[in-house]
């Protein structure tokens, strides 16, 4: 049996058993920060030739220089020409989903004049160079390839490098195949927290970047967090979340796939079902039960529902949306009879997905918006990867005549009022 935890807004110690569960400490223990400190270290002081040396120890390859790791574009463009048909269209089609759906966030440069004829605005521009790091090992990820790299070409990026671990040489196809799809312009075969110094600090081979972008382990995870400053990152994602709200009505066996869909990922995952009807959280739990052994991650998906997943039940759907807020999920899935009025009241959501028909996997892969969400309830305060990450701003202010007399009045008072007589006297000078 599945010891999925049950809730209910009933319980006088609800909110507090609902904010112990959704606590998660992903942080770094002192032995992993001392190592990526030294790592960080190790590659800003000695470039390729350090990072050459840990990737031959921690993948287990025998690259001789950072030029043998380098994988070039004609291999990436056989990669998409290998792989199945089948394969080549999925990802293709993917691709023009994501990039028809964020050429629409696409921010350009404006500017007005006011009566005196001083000109204010802001002009927008792309980063000029942006690095991707992409998990290898046992599990590929050809969708985080296009996620993270086709928002950054919409945007305008000039080069983007891309860099993905192959343990012991083994390169998966897929991941390359994207990666020709997206238009990566460099590809390198480097992982690790050693690939997270390579990209903010540059070495002989690879040049520094803006900005790092993409998922990886906790050393590439605790990397980011110290290189953060030196270049941009998009966040410290923790593990991946669901939450559910479902009035009864949707197929409970549908829920429960949606469910595992998450849970799957990693042990740490959370998947949250909240609904009024408990006869309903009880038929959920039933198609767990019987589902589950046909799961070829079901020893995950087990330990992700025991340990942080959980029915909950509420007394009606304004209730519900409560709870949602609370959490700031990752994911949320609105399966009821109006979601699109469901979704006007959810204030805190990375993607809400509406309907009985939208599974929360169809936003994984191909509907179109970012699957680079916030977790860990950082969507109270935060978004998807999008475009706007990889285009930045810069104000415009050019004053006439005009404008430098009666601002630059304005100017001098508040300044000599802060005590900054050289702020006051640049602006007086304009004006005599």
């Known amino acids: 049996m599945v010891e999925i935890r049950r809730l209910s807004t009933e319980e006088a110690d609800f909110w ?9 400490e992903g942080v770094s223990d002192e ?15 000695r470039g390729d030739a350090a990072v050459v040396e840990y990737t031959n120890r921690f993948d287990r390859v025998e690259a001789d220089s950072m030029r043998s790791l380098e994988i070039p574009p004609e291999r990436l463009a056989a990669a998409l020409q290998r792989i199945p048909a089948e394969q080549r269209e999925a990802l293709e089609t993917a691709a023009e989903r994501i990039r028809a759906y964020h050429r629409r966030q696409l921010q350009e440069s404006w500017s007005y004049r006011e009566p005196d004829g001083t000109l204010l605005g802001q002009q927008v521009t792309a980063l000029e160079r942006v690095g991707l790091y ?11 390839v296009l996620m993270n790299a086709l928002p950054a070409k919409v945007a305008g990026v000039e080069e983007l490098i891309m860099v993905v671990p192959t343990p012991e040489g083994v390169v998966n196809e897929l991941v390359l195949a994207a990666a020709a799809v997206a238009g990566v312009d460099r590809v390198f075969a480097i992982g690790g927290a050693q690939a997270v110094a390579a990209l903010a600090y540059g070495t002989e081979t690879i040049p520094r970047v803006d900005k790092i972008v993409g998922p990886g382990n906790i ?3 605790t990397a980011k967090g110290m290189v953060f400053g030196t270049v941009g990152i998009d966040m410290i994602a923790g593990p991946s979340e669901i939450l559910v709200i479902c009035d009864g009505r949707t197929p ?14 990693d042990e740490d995952a959370q998947s949250i079902l909240v609904s009024p009807d408990e006869a309903f959280l009880d038929a959920v739990q039933a198609s767990i039960e019987r589902l589950l052994p046909q799961m070829e991650r079901a020893a995950i998906i087990r330990t992700s529902l025991t340990s942080r997943g959980a029915l909950i039940r509420v007394k009606d759907m304004e209730e519900a949306v409560a709870v949602a807020n609370h959490v700031a999920p990752e994911h949320l899935e609105l399966s009821v009879a109006e979601p699109e009025e469901m ?48 285009q930045k701003r810069s104000s415009l202010i050019q004053c006439s005549p005009e404008g430098a007399a009666s601002l630059g009045r ?13 702020h006051a006297r640049s602006a007086e000078y304009r004006n005599e």
């Open 16 to 24: 507090q058993r609902l904010d112990r569960l959704l606590a998660w």
């Open 31 to 45: 032995s992993v920060n001392e190592a990526v400190r030294e790592i960080l270290r190790q590659v800003r002081e």
């Open 134 to 144: 992409v998990p290898g090992g046992k599990a590929a990820y050809p969708s985080s």
């Open 219 to 221: 050393y590439v995870a």
């Open 252 to 265: 409970a066996d549908w829920i429960a796939m949606d469910l595992f869909s998450q849970a799957e990922h």
């Open 343 to 390: 979704a006007r009241r959810i204030r805190h959501a990375g993607a809400i997905f509406m309907g009985r028909h939208t599974a929360e996997a169809i936003g994984d892969y191909c509907a179109g918006p970012n699957h680079v969400l916030p977790t860990s309830r950082t969507a109270r305060f935060s978004s998807p990867l999008g475009v706007y990450d990889f």
């Open 410 to 422: 304005i100017a001098s008072v508040l300044a000599r009022g802060e005590g900054l007589t050289a």
